[in-house]
Every structure is written in structure tokens, then in C-alpha cells.
């Protein structure tokens, strides 16, 4: 079956721009998790949703960034006003419910010039 | 923050050599540790994963790991490596039960594998 999809691929965007990226994760799964990993920092938890519960946003390192979950599936994290830190391959996982094994999209390169 | 350490950045192994990957968790109760591998442009795969019961655990692919409660670790091993297995291995613990499953990873040890 379709395993976690994120769209772009790539993006490359210019310091101070807003960036959008997607998330379609695996039908039927319930929890939904973003990561960033960067060279300097390695693999981070950035947000958690759970069904349509509230959002845990303790790992969203400012608060230029944001997510969303439409209808318990697709999510969008947001980052405003890009810095060059920012620069990194953003990470989408999802799995069945919360306790269970996490299956990761292909990333999101994103370059910040 | 329950995290854990991967003490190795680097392993060169002859192709058919076995293999030991290295890692140490800090937490005080039994921790949720997991093995993920990433090959070059590919996303992570759970190699296995530890919860609770048997220490030795099996994955994918041949590899398994041992939880060693005495030792803080949960090393990762394979008896016979192939080529196939280059790429970057995380070691990850859950690192807080209010963000659901949410992982903390090492900082990866990458393999290379010689002919």
C-alpha cells in the first residue's frame, strides 16, 4: 500500500519568505509526528498530533513555525519569515495509533537562501 | 529528557565481518528503544524496536539487539554484513509520554562497508 507521502521534494526559498509543507500520511493512521533533521542538530521532534485531539507543540524550536491537520489526515507545517537555520530536511511519520510503529515520508529538503 | 548516545560517528566493516552498533540510553524506568536505519535518499525503516519481554530482539534485514538494563545499552548487531547494509543507523528512545510516541535519536552512526 501507499506508504507516507511529503510534498516537495525540494523546496528553496529566500530568507524572510513563508514556506509551506505537506504531509499525506498513511490512511488510517492516527498519529502524525514532524521531525527535523539538520546537520548540526540531527534528528528533532518538532510537533505530535493525535486523532483531533489538540496538538503537542513542545518540540517547535520558535514561534515561526506552526502545523495543522485537516480532518484527522493531510497536515501542513508552516514555517514564517525563514531564517538560514532553518535549512533542513523536514521529516513526516505516522502511525496507526501512538504506541505503534512510526513509518517515515522521504522528506522535504528545504534550503533557505 | 530521556535521550541516548551513539558513541560511534563512523564504522568501517569488511563485507561478511559481523557487526556492532553501539547505544546507551539515560532513563530511569525501562525505556521504549528502537533501531532505524537510513540508506542514501531514502526515508528511515525500523530495523526492531524493544518495549518490554525478551531482551534479545529480532528485526528486518538480520540484524538484532540486545537490552542490557546493567549496562544502559541497546546494541545493535549482525552476524554476516552485506554492501546492501551501508547507510546511517539512529538509535531512538520515546522520549515523553505527553507527545505521544514522539522518538529522540542519536546522532547516527554511518557504515561503511569495505569488499
Known amino acids: 500500500g501507499a506508504g507516507v507521502s511529503q510534498s516537495p521534494s525540494n523546496k528553496v526559498t529566500e530568507k524572510g519568505k513563508d514556506v509551506e509543507l505537506r504531509c499525506d500520511p498513511i490512511?488510517?493512521?492516527?498519529?502524525l509526528y514532524w521531525y527535523r533533521q539538520s546537520l548540526g542538530q540531527g534528528l528533532e521532534f518538532l510537533i505530535y498530533f493525535q486523532g483531533n485531539s489538540a496538538p503537542d507543540k513542545s518540540g517547535l524550536p520558535s514561534d515561526r513555525f506552526s502545523a495543522e491537520r485537516t480532518g484527522g489526515s493531510v497536515s501542513t507545517l508552516t514555517i514564517q519569515r525563514t531564517q538560514q537555520e532553518d535549512s533542513a530536511v523536514y521529516l513526516c511519520a505516522s502511525s496507526l495509533d501512538r504506541e505503534d510503529t512510526q513509518y517515515f515520508g522521504p522528506g522535504t529538503r528545504l534550503t533557505v537562501l | 529528557a530521556q535521550s541516548v548516545t551513539q558513541p560511534d560517528i563512523h564504522i568501517t566493516v569488511s563485507e561478511g565481518a559481523s557487526l556492532e552498533l553501539r547505544c546507551n540510553y539515560s532513563?530511569?524506568?525501562?525505556?521504549?528503544l528502537f533501531w532505524y536505519v537510513q540508506s542514501p535518499g531514502q526515508g528511515l525503516q525500523l530495523l526492531l524496536k524493544y518495549f518490554s519481554g525478551d531482551t534479545l530482539v529480532q528485526g528486518i534485514k538480520g540484524f538484532e539487539a540486545e537490552f542490557k538494563r546493567s549496562q544502559s545499552s541497546f546494541n545493535l548487531r549482525k552476524p554476516s554484513v552485506h554492501w546492501s547494509d551501508a547507510a546511517e543507523y539512529f538509535c531512538a528512545v520515546v522520549s515523553n509520554s505527553n507527545s505521544g510516541y514522539a522518538l529522540n535519536f542519536g546522532k547516527g552512526t554511518s557504515l561503511l562497508v569495505t569488499p
Open positions: 532513563y530511569g524506568a525501562t525505556p521504549y
Open positions: 490512511s488510517g493512521h492516527t498519529a
